[in-house]
DNA sequence: CCTTTTGTGTTGCATATGCAACGGAAATCA
DNA sequence: TGATTTCCGTTGCATATGCAACACAAAAGG
């Protein structure tokens, strides 16, 4: 594994990671693409970071509409620690999009202070901080999203985060059409009349997932 | 302050909180119900933590609805780090619900490594983290929430969360029901009339906030 | 105490949205 | 290449939900 390139391992020595991580008895998964992690055999009491690849969380209701509620991406978070409960009365799934290695790091471990070498562990501790920090700033942008009421509003709120993304008032939508309404948790089809009504009203210009704001 | 009932402080001697909070320029704000707090004035690059008393985040839209993002308890964290960023395009606003003691901690404070006594700076990171992972939990939940695609299924949702918190089929709303609509971001009337519903259809009884689960 | 504000339940109406179904395009795969 | 699957846009229909308005209850405030 090559620590230096990764956020988590920022500021510690190659040799202390490898130490740290024999020592926490954590753990790396590597996921092909379409492969489903349940959530009881590794998120029990683990807090989870994406190394690598893309991580989506989604949720099936009892009438088979899904609902995306996280997508994870390289060198983010997730697992139980910080993420959604297993008490959840619904089937809450954790699909790899992109094939991924993922670290699993125990929560005890993270939480006991270690006796020896407190250094590189509580620079890792503070590493983990920021990346919560991240996880916190995207799933409240998440809340303002799904906030929102209408499907143009919707869909307005998401565009807006997506210029400030690329920095442009010209982007592509980076998910399929059927994904972006499983991302809104709305219904695709009313999605496709609606971005063809906010065409229509000069709100935007659509051409396939190439989206322009105008006004 | 009693720095010893502070979940942030915890294992740390009140002598050396003093101390650090001193040195990181940190600052706490006594708030009445009802003030507000302006985004810029404290949160521009502070985490706050609420020592006691009850914040409400919420998003009033141009037609004048209002959206609870979040409700913020006591020993709970918010602020710009962990929290709505600046740049959204709608107005954002965090008002005292309880009267409440705020505590603000200046984000480089945090992160810069500092050079004396690292001992009980690391212990704060590490409580930092157990807050963080905290409202990461219950943004996750509020995702989850959120994404549920019907006034009934938010509903049901909300109950059952209820009752696992208090452990019984029967609890009370702690909110007002006006509260409670903004906080599902639907319409006050049509979740009454939903209300109405599930009584009929028996899938709960209701007394006003008294709620039962039935079946 | 009276006054004012806020909360609550109700209902008629308009419509936004979900749903099902279909055909064609595009992509994947063998 | 041909076969299969996924993706996409469209539309008719039913209805869930937002909206406005009202009356009354409850709470707050002076």
Redesign the interface.
Known sequence: MNFSKIPLFENIAASECSRMLDCFHSYTLLLKADQEITIQDHFKDCVAVTLSGSVEIS?I?ING?K?I??IIGENEMFGR?????P????T?IAKCILPAEILFLPNDQ??K?CSNA?QCH??L??N???L??K???S??????L????TIR?KLTHYF?QLA?ASGSNSFRIPYSMTTLADYL?IDRSAMTRELKNMKEAGIIDAHGRNISLLQ
């Open positions: 949720r209701d509409r609902s509620l996280e620690l910080c993420s959604f409960s008490e959840e009365y619904d809450v993270i939480e202070q407190c509580s620079r501790i503070s983990l901080l920021e919560m920090s996880k916190t700033n799933l409240s942008s998440r809340v303002n799904l906030s929102q009421r509003e807006y400030a948790c």
